[in-house]
Each structure stands twice: as structure tokens, then as C-alpha cells.
């Protein structure tokens, strides 16, 4: 049987992580990977995770079984988050996931089990993946046009042609917040207007949502979520809480379906269903870190101001690398940099100066250009910035 099995791709930026490790250089510079590091190069365990820890070790009492959707205090402390104070309880159905690749991929089994002729539209770009659970699952697939390489904006016509063209009951698939791996975002206006044209077409909007509070502040990159949540009658909803609460390897997510109240029981079955056959129970551990940081008010507190740390020390990156390109080049070119939001920004050069970055100075980023931010700090962006001039000359 074990022979039968054929080599699988190897995943791009896993396989940049390896090369990186093996560089004997010491200046290397790595900008692959999408984990947020501070200025000294760490993914610290946040503060208040660490109390929580603390205190859950003190108090918890036993490790049985949870539900198959998870504790219902932590979806509803998620609901809160994501949705905001008001968030209508009755509509919501929801189920913890490992991580967010967990709950996007729950909602596509969950798709597949409502819709099996749906197709899902993608963004072109996305994250890699999507595409490659769906096709995994065998669900029908295309995609929408998003990123203008000109600019290095949101392509906002050629995303709303494309999303005109979506038959009703298809699945837009939307990056709620700090699209990945472009760095480009729909501004306010713009999102209204993608509200307009799914309602319209009668699309299901499945919002990935796996960096609120890495953009624009936790409260301003949920608004595009929360719009969409009340404007249409059926939205899936897969957050993560890896990247938010630094919690990557405790695989802590959340999967919503928000329908017709009347629906709730049947869909939460389902979720509920899902959950069993792919893996029982959910993991844990990082849900209810999350869940004990979000009804506590001074741990609630503590944690944002460190989020906020976080993202103003990308935003400061951002800026610096900005100007820095500006200084290097003598063009705009890279002005972009500036007004993109999350981790990520997609640089627009080509993959082979992408590879003279690396043979020649010792710097890692993803194929299509996509660069970390946060892999920076105050030291290595003028030598990024020194490098991308030099292989774009
Ligand atoms: N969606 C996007 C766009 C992401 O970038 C990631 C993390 N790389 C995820 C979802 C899921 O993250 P995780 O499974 O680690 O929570």
C-alpha cells in the first residue's frame, strides 16, 4: 500500500525555512516565514497568555473531554471579539477548530456537505493554502482578480467585474483583514461596495480572519467582518488566534456560521458533525488561554496593549522600509509599502531578483515577492533596502 504513495510538492515556504536554517551566513536576513518576531528577533509568549497560563495551572482541575464544538464560553467570547458586544447570539453557530486552517477548512467540509455543486472563488492571489485544501476536497474553484502589481493596490474593478460574475450560492472566499500574501486592502468605501455586489449575487461570503489587530487596531480590522455579517443573511466566518495572541503551535480557531436563527440547531449539529469525524474534540489548551483573557478585564487589557505593541512596531517598520526604498531607489516605487496593513507586503520584483536576494545578500522571501515585515527591525531595513535597489538596477 505504502508504495503506492507519490512524492507530494514540497511547501514553498517550509522549504525556504530549511534553506535559511542551512545558510552558514551570518547576516541572513529571513523574511519568509509568516510568524511575528520583535525587534530582537523572538515570537515572545504575550503577557497575558503567560498569566492565563499561570492561573489554568493553579486551577484547572481535570483534562476530560470538552464538547465536540469546544466550550460555548469560548465561541461566545470569539462572537464578541470578532462581531463585536451586540453580536446576535441567535444566529450564530460556531465550533473551535485547530487554528485557523482548521476552521477554514471545517467550513469548506461544511460546503461541501450543504452545496456540493458550490464553487469557491478565490482572490488572485491568495494565501497558497487555500486553493490547495479545496482541491484537496475537490470543490470547484476560481478566481477573482484582486492584486494591481502596477499600484500595488487592490485591482478594486477587475475584483468587482470578476465577484459580478459569481452565480448565487457560490462561496466568495474574502481576507477580512491584512490580505496575506499581498499586503492590500479594500478601503471602507470598497468593502461596502463588496457587501453590495454579494447581496446582489446572492454569494456566501467565507471571511477568513486570521490577523485582526495586526492591521489598522482590533476594533478597525473586524469592521469589514462585521459589515458583512449584517448586510448578509448567510456568512461563514474562520478566525484564527495564532498570529492575535501569539499562539501558533496551540491550534486555537474558531469556525461561525451566522443564518436564520431557525436554522441554528441543524448547522450547529453539523458543525458539530464535522468536528467528529475529522478529529472528535477540538484542542483545548489555547481556547481557553483566549477565553480567560477575554472575560477578564485587567488580562483583556494588558493583552491588547500588547497587541497594540505589536502592530505599531510593524506599522514603524513599515514606514522605515518605506523611506528607506524611497532613499535607495530615488523612486515611489515602493510607496506602497506604507499604506499596507498586516504582516505582509508583496514587493512586485521579479522571482529571479527574489533569488539574487538570496545568493547575493543572504536575504529570504517567498517566490512572488511576499516579504514578513516584522522578519525586519531597525538594523536590516536599510540593508533590505540597500539590496532590493541593488537587483532591481
Ligand atoms: N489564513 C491565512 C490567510 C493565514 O495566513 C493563516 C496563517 N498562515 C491562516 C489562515 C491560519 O493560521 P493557523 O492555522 O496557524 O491558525
Not at 503567560?50 to 466550550?71: F, H, I, M, N
Request: charged letters at 20%; glycine letters at 8%; proline letters at 5%.
Amino acid at each position: 500500500m505504502l508504495s503506492a504513495l507519490k512524492p507530494q510538492p514540497a511547501d514553498k515556504i517550509l522549504q525556504l525555512i530549511q534553506m535559511y536554517r542551512d545558510d552558514p551566513r551570518e547576516a541572513k536576513i529571513d523574511l519568509g516565514v509568516g510568524v511575528y518576531k520583535d525587534p530582537t528577533g523572538l515570537t515572545p509568549v504575550m503577557r497575558a497568555v503567560k498569566a492565563a497560563e499561570a492561573k489554568l495551572w493553579q486551577t484547572e482541575t481535570t483534562k476530560t473531554y470538552t464538547g465536540l464544538a469546544g466550550e460555548p464560553a469560548y465561541a461566545a467570547a470569539m462572537a464578541k471579539m470578532i462581531l463585536g458586544e451586540d453580536a446576535a447570539a441567535d444566529r450564530i453557530a460556531a465550533i473551535a477548530t485547530p487554528g485557523g486552517t482548521g476552521a477554514i477548512r471545517q467550513a469548506l467540509e461544511l460546503i461541501k456537505l450543504a452545496s456540493p455543486e458550490a464553487t469557491v472563488w478565490l482572490s488572485n492571489p491568495t494565501w497558497p493554502n487555500h486553493p490547495s485544501i479545496i482541491r484537496y476536497l475537490g470543490i470547484p474553484m476560481r478566481e477573482y482578480r484582486y492584486f494591481d502589481a502596477e499600484t500595488g493596490g487592490v485591482d478594486f474593478d477587475g475584483m468587482m467585474a470578476d465577484l459580478a460574475g459569481v452565480k448565487e450560492g457560490d462561496v466568495v472566499l474574502l481576507h477580512g483583514c491584512c490580505h496575506n500574501p499581498t499586503g492590500a486592502n479594500p478601503n471602507a468605501v470598497e468593502w461596502a461596495a463588496i457587501a453590495d455586489v454579494l447581496e446582489k449575487t446572492g454569494a456566501i461570503p467565507l471571511i477568513d480572519l486570521a490577523y485582526q489587530g495586526f492591521g489598522d487596531g482590533l476594533e478597525e480590522d473586524a469592521a469589514a467582518t462585521r459589515l458583512i455579517a449584517a448586510r448578509l443573511p448567510e456568512v461563514l466566518i474562520a478566525a484564527s488566534c495564532s498570529k492575535n495572541f501569539g499562539i501558533y503551535r496551540e491550534r486555537t480557531g474558531v469556525l461561525m456560521a451566522l443564518g436564520d436563527p431557525a436554522l441554528k440547531p441543524t448547522v450547529q449539529a453539523n458543525l458539530n458533525f464535522l468536528n467528529r469525524q475529522n478529529f472528535s474534540f477540538p484542542p483545548d489548551h489555547g481556547a481557553r488561554l483566549v477565553t480567560m483573557i477575554l472575560t477578564d478585564a485587567e488580562l483583556t487589557a494588558d493583552w491588547k496593549s500588547e497587541l497594540e505593541e505589536v502592530r505599531l512596531n510593524m506599522l514603524t517598520l513599515r514606514q522605515l522600509l518605506a523611506d528607506a526604498l524611497r532613499a535607495e531607489t530615488g523612486s515611489d516605487r515602493f510607496g506602497f509599502i506604507g499604506q499596507h496593513r498586516g504582516m505582509f507586503s508583496r514587493l512586485g520584483i521579479t522571482a529571479d531578483q527574489v533569488e539574487r536576494l538570496r545568493s547575493e545578500h543572504g536575504i529570504y522571501m517567498v517566490g512572488d515577492s511576499r516579504l514578513n515585515i516584522a522578519g525586519l527591525n531597525r538594523n536590516t531595513v536599510p540593508v533590505l533596502a540597500r539590496a532590493v535597489a541593488q537587483v532591481i538596477r
